[in-house]
């Protein structure tokens, strides 16, 4: 054991697991009011318990003092059965109030990690994130931070509650009956180590389960964002069979975990079976011999039950610990993501107070993606302030890339980027993003009313200036014919839309946002002809002054640029033609 120990101790994965239970300790010490709280309405109900045990046992007394003749009188006995009903109706009342309470600390406590898990999500760097897929991380949000909120009140504090009820029962049978509580104590060893040997099988089965339960997730979420995709492509059943193939590896490794969990049960409950019989067969020897009353042999019997149980549910937080500790290892690998850094934020504030039309200018840039080509190398980029650009490229050639750049969601390994004006210019960080409106090229909308979509760039925006916008991206004739207008419901993605609509749409929010670039990637491709020209050419007239990149495979555009860029080896060329 002691090599076992030692091993585990080298190994890394006992101060793994301190730094897992330091993790939750955290929000334990956070909420110490609270656990206070439950560890006293615990110990109440612990006193109600044992109270009621003691009056059974005096109730028993004075019936038995009776038969024999030597009864103590009726009022003893109503005052008697009086208070076993009061400590018996306390006891129902502050269990209820304890669960109560606890569900309601529990509410809070998943509430603040989900919390704090999702910022850190969406404050990490991107190609941080990305490394996980979406449908592990909902797992990680949900199931993970539910299992460490539970554990805040089902773990520390049950373990007081327990010692506490654990030592009050001994106590009470070592006044009655010493040999009673070294009876009762008899499986108290074997039951640790037990324990002890099963942590590392616990463990291992809690992280299995955890991953499959991820990837049963991971499955879920994709299907059902591209359901429109798998039912035109004809995967359907080859879809409805993977995750029957995740559902059975599920199954397989839960069924495990049972087989684990049902062997050692029945180990463990025929040991304390053992250790019941043998004190209920002291008990009746002792009543047979006439060293105690019926009364106090019912009083042994409850106490030895309920110092089993309480021995019981130690052993069993050892199982919920575990997978607290693992669901805690799970939610920390998310936290410890790099964070986006945020230089020069308030400089960047200053600079869109300004008003005045921005630039940005690019020198000797290079970026690849991890363990990936070179996307650009040596880039060279001026873009005047109040300028309308072209860059133009087949598809895959690195525009979006680009505009990832300009938005801080990407960091060029070599070169400069800046944004500015005149003789202030910022390095291009996730600070400046706000300088930038931005319509991506799946022309992404969230679900809700078309206001409430446009106003998440502007929530103070009237509908006097939402109608604008919706004008210049040619938007306005379909959304006065939806039957709510702008209070009209899009769906999921815009599901109730076409793909022109959408992309409007999204237009017509980067047009609300006001922010000094607009950067269109793609953005017409939906469109025809006609619409495109007029939504360049409305953009042109009706926001003079903004900067604006227009990334486009389109030649129909280019007659309305001041300059166009052409990608070429790596690099930016600018079109003299």
Aim: glycine fraction near 6%.
């Amino acid at each position: 054991m002691f090599k076992k120990f030692a091993h585990y101790l080298r190994s890394g994965s006992l101060r793994e697991l301190l730094q897992q239970t330091r993790w939750i300790y955290r929000y334990v010490r956070q909420y110490r009011k609270s656990v206070i709280v439950y560890i006293f309405l615990g110990l109440i109900t612990t006193v109600l318990s044992l109270g009621t045990s003691l009056s059974t046992k005096y109730l028993m007394d004075i019936i038995e003092g009776h038969l024999r003749g030597t009864g103590t009188g009726a009022g003893a006995l109503g005052l008697v059965i009086a208070l076993c009903v009061f400590l018996a109706l306390s006891n129902i009342l502050m269990s209820a109030w304890s669960k109560h309470f606890s569900a309601r600390v529990n509410l809070m406590v998943a509430n603040e990690i989900r919390a704090d898990v999702y910022r850190k999500i969406l404050q990490t760097d991107l190609e941080s994130v990305q490394a996980y897929h979406s449908g592990d991380l909902l797992s990680r949000i949900n199931a993970d931070v539910t299992a460490v909120a539970e554990s805040i009140l089902g773990w520390v504090p049950t373990l007081v509650i327990r010692l506490v009820q654990f030592a009050a029962a001994l106590v009470i049978i070592l006044i009655y009956d010493p040999t009673m509580a070294v009876l009762a104590l008899l499986s108290a060893p074997v039951l640790a180590l037990s324990s002890r040997l099963l942590m590392s099988k616990m463990r291992n089965f809690n992280r299995k389960m955890r991953e499959v339960n991820s990837e049963m997730m991971v499955l879920h979420e994709e299907s059902l964002q591209n359901i429109q995709s798998i039912k035109a492509l004809n995967l359907t059943d080859r879809f409805y069979q993977r995750i029957l193939n995740v559902q059975k590896r599920y199954f397989d490794t839960g069924m495990e975990y049972n087989r684990f969990s049902v062997r050692t049960t029945m180990l463990l409950s025929i040991i304390g079976m053992a250790v019941s019989y043998l004190c209920l067969g002291w008990a009746v020897f002792r009543l047979w011999s006439s060293a105690i009353s019926f009364g106090t042999m019912i009083l042994f019997l409850q106490l030895a039950s309920y110092l089993s149980s309480s021995f019981s549910a130690l052993i069993a937080l050892v199982p919920s610990a575990i997978g607290a500790t693992v669901s805690a290892q799970r939610i920390m690998t998310i936290l410890d993501l790099p964070k986006e850094k945020l230089p020069y934020r308030e400089q960047a504030e200053q600079l869109r107070k300004t008003g005045e039309p921005l630039g940005i200018r690019v020198k000797d840039l290079k970026f690849a993606y991890q363990d990936g080509a070179a996307i650009w190398e040596n880039l060279n980029l001026l873009v005047a302030p109040g300028s309308m650009i072209a860059v133009i490229g087949a598809s895959g050639s690195g525009k979006t890339t680009l505009f990832r750049i300009f938005l801080g969601l990407l960091n060029p390994q070599e070169g400069a980027a800046q944004i500015g004006c005149e003789d202030t210019f910022l390095p291009l960080s996730p600070s400046t993003r706000g300088l930038f409106s931005y319509v991506p090229q799946d022309s992404v909308v969230f679900s809700g009313t078309i206001a409430e979509t446009l106003r998440l760039v502007r929530p103070d925006a009237s509908e006097e200036a939402i109608w604008k916008a919706l004008r210049t991206a040619c938007a306005d004739d379909f959304v006065r014919e939806l039957p709510e207008g702008l209070h009209s419901k899009i769906g999921e993605r815009g599901a109730k839309l076409s793909g022109g609509q959408n992309q409007r749409l999204a237009i017509a929010r980067a047009l609300l946002s006001d922010a000094p670039i607009l950067l269109l990637d793609e953005v017409t491709s939906a469109l025809d002809l006609e619409t495109e020209q007029r939504v360049l050419a409305n953009i042109s007239q009706a926001y003079h002054g903004r900067t604006c990149i227009v990334a486009t495979h389109r030649k129909s555009i280019l007659p309305l640029c001041d300059c166009v860029y052409r990608y070429e080896n790596k690099q930016l060329i600018r079109v003299e033609d």
